[in-house]
């Protein structure tokens, strides 16, 4: 199986077990507890149906849209995940290059593997800075001063993750960062030469945005939850996300919100986004589905802030879905990532080529265009055909109304 076999989410998924270590693949693929709710995700969009118009003219589809303050292709960009070294030696180098060439917006992470500077340097398009509160406050505050000097567009403060979900799948597998040789990894590196090649030749693994300011971001080896409980502070409260949303004084997004409360609140605090998300089903199993959420939120809120999805999207279909619903835009994470791990920069162009398609088509299916629906829905009463018609024609002389010279 090669790049080019790939149509869609299963196909990366995978190609990138075939490609990846064990202990790194479940990192993705996994989720919290009994997986219910990472399963429930993806599940939730099968209980909506699309109900498609006809006879539209849907030659020209606008898919664009304005989220985060820019002006964006599609609406579907990459969430932003951590550690894309760990599944590309080219890191977030590779996924970045990708999405600004689809002209969507690139999220990087605080955990991220390549630092701000550079993905500034790299990518000139939209870019958000995914933010997690710190113990130590001046570390907070030293990244967003250093997303606003590398131009980043809007800032993502990720707020449901103030302890570690129990993520035994890499209990079992013995995830670690940066990645361990155990006994029980061993065998699992050993089956996979290219990545354990490329990943002992290239730069050594590192979490470039916070090496230099503690040694838990260096090369000590700690699971990724370990670092959560440590370092993330699970005192966060309304009035630090307040805080951060006037620091940043821009386009900012507040993740994890999953009940109408806090989603009016995030409007009081001055967020102009909320992204409707259960951290991928990583964080509490048995939490709702984003998707299952998604009117209700959208419905309180109104347009006094934008609506975004992350969870589950795996299809165009799945964006049309939460559209159709009132999301701004989608965001999805687990396939872009199988789809780096698949073929680096090229795998992640691919995967959202084929998203872009997917929802080309699926709204020319559904006559999704708003322009053409706008002026049917003034024509079609002119449409009517008149009983008295001859054969073959819509129109009937009408009787002289009246007559000047």
Same mark, same amino acid.
């Given at each position: 199986m090669n790049l080019k076999d790939c149509y869609n989410f299963e196909d990366f998924r995978k190609l990138a077990k075939k490609k990846l270590p064990s202990p790194i693949f479940h990192y993705i693929d996994g989720g919290s507890d009994d997986e219910t709710t990472l399963n429930r995700n993806t599940e939730a969009f099968n209980e909506y149906d699309l109900i498609p118009n006809v006879l539209?003219?849907?030659?020209?589809?606008?898919?664009?849209?304005?989220?985060?303050?820019?002006?964006?292709?599609?609406?579907?960009?990459?969430?932003?995940? #951590?550690?894309?070294?760990?599944?590309?030696?080219?890191?977030?180098?590779?996924?970045?290059?990708?999405?600004?060439?689809?002209?969507?917006?690139?999220?990087? *992470?605080?955990?991220g593997t390549v630092s701000i500077e550079e993905i500034g340097k790299i990518n000139k398009g939209p870019k958000s800075f995914q933010l997690y509160i710190h113990k130590d406050r001046g570390l907070t505050d030293n990244l967003?001063?250093?997303?606003?000097? #590398?131009?980043?567009?809007?800032?993502?403060?990720?707020?449901?993750?103030?302890?570690?979900?129990?993520?035994?799948?890499?209990?079992?597998?013995?995830?670690?960062?940066?990645?361990?040789?155990?006994?029980?990894?061993?065998?699992?590196?050993?089956?996979?030469? #290219?990545?354990?090649?490329?990943?002992?030749?290239?730069?050594?693994?590192?979490?470039?945005?916070?090496?230099?300011?503690?040694?838990?971001?260096?090369?000590?080896?700690?699971?990724?939850?370990?670092?959560?409980?440590?370092?993330?502070?699970?005192?966060?409260?309304?009035k630090d996300a307040e805080y951060c949303v006037k620091k940043?004084?821009?386009?900012?997004?507040?993740?994890?919100?999953? *009940?109408?409360?806090?989603?009016?609140?995030?409007?009081?605090?001055?967020?102009?986004a909320v992204i409707v998300s259960n951290h991928g089903g990583r964080q509490l199993d048995g939490s709702r589905a984003p998707f299952d959420q998604l009117s209700e939120i959208v419905d309180a809120v109104g347009d006094k802030i934008e609506v975004i999805l992350d969870g589950g999207v795996r299809r165009g279909t799945h964006v049309l879905k939460a559209l159709s619903l009132g999301a701004k835009a989608c965001s999805f994470g687990k396939g872009y990532l199988f789809a780096l791990a #698949?073929?680096?920069?090229?795998?992640?162009?691919?995967?959202?080529?084929?998203?872009?398609?997917?929802?080309?088509?699926?709204m020319k299916l559904m006559a999704a265009n708003e322009t053409v629906q706008e002026w049917w829905s003034v024509c079609i009463p002119c449409q009517i055909p008149m009983k008295d018609r001859k054969h073959g024609e819509w129109w009937s002389p009408m009787e002289e109304v009246f007559h000047h010279d």
């Open positions: 539209r003219g849907v030659e020209d589809v606008d898919l664009s849209t304005t989220v985060l303050g820019e002006k964006i292709d599609f609406p579907l960009f990459p969430s932003a995940t #951590a550690m894309h070294r760990l599944y590309h030696h080219e890191g977030e180098r590779a996924s970045t290059r990708a999405v600004e060439k689809m002209g969507t917006i690139f999220g990087t *992470s605080t955990m967003i001063e250093r997303c606003k000097k #590398a131009g980043f567009t809007s800032l993502c403060l990720t707020v449901d993750t103030v302890v570690a979900g129990n993520r035994e799948r890499d209990r079992r597998s013995g995830f670690t960062t940066p990645p361990k040789l155990t006994l029980g990894s061993l065998l699992s590196f050993a089956l996979h030469p #290219a990545w354990t090649i490329n990943h002992l030749t290239h730069e050594k693994f590192k979490l470039a945005n916070i090496v230099h300011m503690t040694e838990k971001g260096s090369s000590i080896e700690k699971s990724v939850m370990d670092y959560i409980n440590e370092q993330f502070d699970p005192a966060m409260n309304w940043w004084n821009g386009p900012f997004a507040l993740k994890g919100v999953m *009940s109408v409360e806090d989603a009016k609140k995030a409007i009081d605090i001055g967020c102009t #698949a073929g680096g920069q090229k795998g992640v162009e691919k995967i959202l080529e084929n998203m872009k398609a997917e929802i080309n088509r699926d």
